[in-house]
């Protein structure tokens, strides 16, 4: 008799970009994901934006020098893309050194917290806390 049932899809991976903006949105449900993940997760989120507006504000630059009073339909056309990539680029180069500035802020911020925790577990991760300390007579043995 034929199995009328089917068999278990594969799950999927979920693509990086999908988990950063579901962090980043908070709706993420994941026990283990600390506040500093969803904080790199939103200064992705915010410098992908950033980057999108740049194009916005670089295809807008470019425009106005288009409709701006024609010499040559050539050469206006050449400077409206300068100007266009140069904006894309400069605001581009700011997003870039804004997010590097907030990763190593958030990485330094994650190293102090690990630091901190270490520093309360490791005399008994180590066993030193559980030690007694010695004194002459169990040093003779």
Wanted: with cysteine.
């Amino acid at each position: 008799m034929p199995s009328t049932s089917r068999p278990a899809r594969s799950a999927r991976p979920i693509p990086p970009w999908r988990g950063h903006l579901r962090r980043a949105l908070g709706e993420e449900i994941n026990e283990l994901a600390r506040p500093l993940d969803r904080a790199r997760s939103r200064a992705l989120l915010l410098a992908v934006l950033g980057i999108a507006l740049a194009g916005l504000l670089g295809a807008g630059a470019a425009f106005a020098y288009l409709t701006a009073a024609p010499t040559s339909a050539a050469h206006v056309t050449g400077d409206a893309v300068c100007v266009g990539l140069l904006t894309l680029v400069g605001l581009s180069v700011l997003v870039a050194a804004g997010l590097g500035r907030r990763l190593d802020t958030l990485d330094r911020r994650a190293d102090q917290a690990w630091q901190h925790s270490w520093a309360r577990l490791e005399p008994d991760w180590s066993g030193r806390a559980s030690r007694k300390p010695r004194t002459d007579d169990t040093q003779r043995g």
